[in-house]
């Protein structure tokens, strides 16, 4: 059968070449659709040129947010290579591990990232630097962009993407992502956010995490839209490009924290980003009280749902303000080519409106994890990917998201989602960000403990906290203590890092 061909940027290269693809805020330079497949093809004969037979192989790259990052994926779609982003933000023995379980035959890494780059690495590297970026120059001593070809056709089952999770429990795992996972998943969300050629998104969600790279990049690039890419999420920064007109910002994809720190600018205002076509959040459960707020100020919020083993699965339709209002919370209904069901722990299918595990199959679905098949094995059952994710569906067909099922502890006999409980703290004005967590407790089994972190300028106690919670919440869900603190641990995309914060606990104990 002959492989479906899915290079959307070369076909974009001959149908709107001077179309602007990306521009890079951190240099000032933009590439246009005909620039950025003559970028590509270059790096392509850098790769033959510095690896050789390159099929098969995988190019890691350690950088903050930036073109490169886009260009040197195509070149290995292109070449037959695997692209594998590095977190920048991990510290060196976690870069360590990764660059071990992978097995790279180049490093391309940035320049601030020099002090992560082992020293025993047995592969060749490449650096990006302002002053002498060596990528920069192997790709300007390539031969001309036309004499040299894209490559074969694109199998859309060949693995393009390796994305290293999180890390929010424990030793990474890479989730493979085939050229159909990624096309399949950015074009998803682009139908359910009205992604034109005249679309604009603003990138600083990572391009190591799948948000970043497939939810919010490809979706725009394979419509023919336009990605501005910004090296990192800063909260003043972003708010004034998202409202800057010169810039025409229509679409921005971030996780629910960032959402929170906008709102927490002194001089925010919302209704000023009333004008973006769509604003989707994921990463995690939007709490309703938050997402209305943005309702509220005409904000075309959308909640979706994805996870690096399944790209952009899910997301609330836009455009009409009634329907999201009325579906505020919910992460959405299925995207294009996505089947999803919510099973209980047999496996069988629940009622709606009843809690249970997200199971999903379809074409943005991974087909496993580098080199794990026990933990390949683990995930998949009967075709269908275990997320790992409690949620239900309403009558509509919308599902929402409860928490992750690792996250719910049993107080007193009864199940209790942390990230219900975070939805009724985060109601309080004084409260910027919120982690609920289960811990031992003699009398019930599991009680909660919410560390919460004050908005700036205003106090928070234990009490006020807990008040709040009595009025709100059943019983045994009201946490036994809170703690006010100055940060909570996260991940590079946002996600709390619970086991963290009950190390945190432990030592306080000891």
């Keep these: 059968m002959t492989p479906i061909v899915l290079d959307f940027i070369a076909h974009h290269a001959r149908t709107i070449p001077n179309k602007l693809a990306m521009a890079e805020f951190a240099s000032g330079r933009r590439w246009t ?85 082992p020293a025993d690495l047995a592969c060749p590297t490449l650096r990006i630097a302002p002053d002498a970026d060596e990528l920069e120059t192997a790709m300007n001593a390539a031969p001309e962009p036309d004499s040299i070809g894209i490559g074969a056709r694109l199998d859309p089952d060949r693995v ?55 939810g919010a990049t490809w979706a725009a690039l394979i419509i023919g839209g336009t990605v501005l890419i910004s090296q990192k999420f800063d909260a003043l920064t972003t708010y004034q490009r998202l409202i800057d007109p010169e810039l025409g910002v229509t679409h921005y994809f971030s996780v629910t924290q960032m959402a929170m720190m906008l709102r927490h600018l002194p001089d925010f205002d919302g209704t000023k980003l009333a004008k973006l076509t769509a604003y989707i959040t994921g990463g995690s459960p939007n709490p309703e009280p938050h997402h209305r707020r943005w309702l ?103 599902y929402t998201l409860v928490d992750r099922i690792k996250d719910m502890y049993i107080s007193g006999g009864e199940n209790v989602y942390p990230a219900e409980v975070e939805a009724a703290i985060t109601e309080l004005h004084e409260v910027g960000e919120v982690a609920v967590i289960g811990v031992e407790d003699e009398r019930w089994g599991e ?22 919670c009595n009025a709100r919440l059943a019983r045994y869900k009201v946490p036994k203590s809170v703690v006010v603190t100055d940060t909570i641990e996260r991940t590079a995309s946002g996600k709390v890092q619970k086991h963290a914060l009950r190390q945190r606990l432990a030592q306080q104990a000891d």
């Design 447 to 468: 009680v909660g403990c919410a560390f919460v972190v004050p908005r700036p300028g205003t106090a928070l106690s234990e009490a006020q906290v807990i008040g709040h």
């Design 160 to 214: 393009i993407t390796i994305l290293y999770s999180s890390g929010t429990t424990g030793q990474p795992k890479g989730a493979l992502v085939t050229m159909l996972n990624g096309f399949t998943g950015g074009l998803g969300l682009a139908l359910g956010t009205h992604v034109t050629l005249g679309s604009t998104f603003l990138i600083d969600m990572p391009l190591f995490h799948t948000a970043g790279l497939f």
């Design 296 to 398: 509220e100020d005409g904000v075309n919020m959308a909640n979706g749902w994805g996870m690096s083993e399944t790209c952009s699965s899910t997301a609330i339709p836009i455009g009409d303000i009634a329907l999201l209002r009325a579906k505020a919370g919910s992460a959405g209904v299925p995207h294009l080519c996505v089947e999803m069901q919510i099973v209980d722990d047999a496996g069988q299918p629940v009622a709606d409106g009843e809690v249970g595990e997200i199971w999903i199959r379809g074409a943005p679905v991974s087909p496993g994890y580098w080199e794990r098949p026990e933990l390949t094995a683990k995930a998949f059952a009967d075709g269908w990917f275990r997320t790992g994710d409690a949620a239900f569906r309403d009558a509509d067909g919308y």
């Design 33 to 117: 659709y005909r620039e950025f497949d003559a970028a590509a093809r270059r790096a392509q004969w850098v790769l033959h040129d510095r690896i050789g037979d390159v099929a098969g192989q995988r190019v890691a790259v350690l950088s903050r947010n930036s073109a490169a990052m886009l260009i040197i994926q195509l070149a290995c779609i292109r070449s037959g290579a695997i692209f594998v982003p590095i977190n920048f933000r991990l510290a060196a023995p976690e870069v360590a591990f990764l660059l071990g379980d992978c097995r790279p035959a180049l490093l391309i890494h940035e320049d601030a990232c020099d002090a992560l780059v």
